[in-house]
T-cell receptor, first 113, second 115 residues
Framework: GQQLNQSPQSMFIQEGEDVSMNCTSS?????WLWYKQDPGEGPVLLIA?????ELTSNGRLTAQFGITRKDSFLNISASIPSDVGIYFC?????????????FGKGTLLTVNP | EAGVTQFPSHSVIEKGQTVTLRCDPI?????LYWYRRVMGKEIKFLLH????????ESGMPNNRFLAERTGGTYSTLKVQPAELEDSGVYFC?????????????FGSGTRLTVV
C-alpha cells in the first residue's frame, strides 16, 4: 500500500526558532494535508494543498505541495510554546470512491520556553 | 455544531477480554471512518461507513474486530478477544460527502491498553 515517510521523528527547539518538517511518498497524491494533534485530542487540520507546486500559508505556518506530487513540507516560523504537539502529514486522492487518508508517522515537536 | 464524540476516552483491559468503543459522528454526516494509531506508528485507516453500510473495511486487522453502525447514526467497534497488539489510540472521523474532505473531522480518540 501507499506509505508516507515523515521526518524528522521528533524535534526539540527553543521558543522563537523556525521549524521545518517534510513528507515523501512512494506514490502520487492529488491532495496533501497537514494535521496537528494536541495531547488527548484528535488530529486537527492545519493546511490543505490541492495543486502541485502550491504554497499556502496559515498564520505562522507555510506548507508546499511538491511538483512531483510525491512530497510536501511544513514550516513553522517563530515557534511558541503552544506549537507543542504531534504534526502529521497525510495524502489523499479525491475522485471515485476515494475517501481514506494515508498518514505519516508524525513529528513530535517540543518547544522550550 | 457538536464535534465527533468518542467514548470511553481510555480503556484498560486484560488480554482475552472484550471491549466496545463508541463513536457519535457530527449530526448529518453520512460518512464515518475508523482509524487506529499504534504507538510510534502512522495513523492507519480501518474502515469506512456510508450511513449504515460498510463501504470499505480493507484496513480491519483481523476478524477479532467488528464494526457496526446501526441506523446510520453512531458506530461501535468491538474487539473480541483483545490481544496485546491491539493497544493504541482508536480515532473516529466523520464527513459530509463521500470522496471529499468536506467537514472531515476527527474525534479525540479512545486510548486502548491491553495488558
Amino acid at each position: 500500500g501507499q506509505q508516507l515517510n515523515q521526518s524528522p521523528q521528533s524535534m526539540f527547539i527553543q521558543e522563537g526558532e523556525d521549524v521545518s518538517m517534510n513528507c515523501t511518498s512512494s506514490s502520487i497524491f492529488n491532495t496533501w494535508l497537514w494535521y496537528k494533534q494536541d495531547p488527548g485530542e484528535g488530529p486537527v487540520l492545519l493546511i490543505a494543498l490541492y495543486k502541485a507546486g502550491e504554497l499556502t500559508s496559515n498564520g505562522r505556518l507555510t506548507a508546499q505541495f511538491g511538483i512531483t506530487r510525491k512530497d510536501s513540507f511544513l514550516n513553522i516560523s517563530a515557534s511558541i510554546p503552544s506549537d507543542v504537539g504531534i504534526y502529521f502529514c497525510a495524502g489523499y486522492n479525491s475522485g471515485g470512491s476515494n475517501y481514506k487518508l494515508t498518514f505519516g508517522k508524525g513529528t513530535l515537536l517540543t518547544v522550550n520556553p | 455544531e457538536a464535534g465527533v464524540t468518542q467514548f470511553p476516552s481510555h480503556s484498560v483491559i486484560e488480554k482475552g477480554q472484550t471491549v466496545t468503543l463508541r463513536c457519535d459522528p457530527i449530526s448529518g454526516h453520512d460518512n464515518l471512518y475508523w482509524y487506529r494509531r499504534v504507538m510510534g506508528k502512522e495513523i492507519k485507516f480501518l474502515l469506512h461507513f456510508v450511513k449504515e453500510s460498510k463501504q470499505d473495511e480493507s484496513g480491519m486487522p483481523n476478524n477479532r474486530f467488528l464494526a457496526e453502525r446501526t441506523g446510520g447514526t453512531y458506530s461501535t467497534l468491538k474487539v473480541q478477544p483483545a490481544e496485546l497488539e491491539d493497544s493504541g489510540v482508536y480515532f473516529c472521523a466523520s464527513s459530509r460527502k463521500t470522496g471529499g474532505l468536506y467537514g472531515y473531522t476527527f474525534g479525540s480518540g479512545t486510548r486502548l491498553t491491553v495488558v
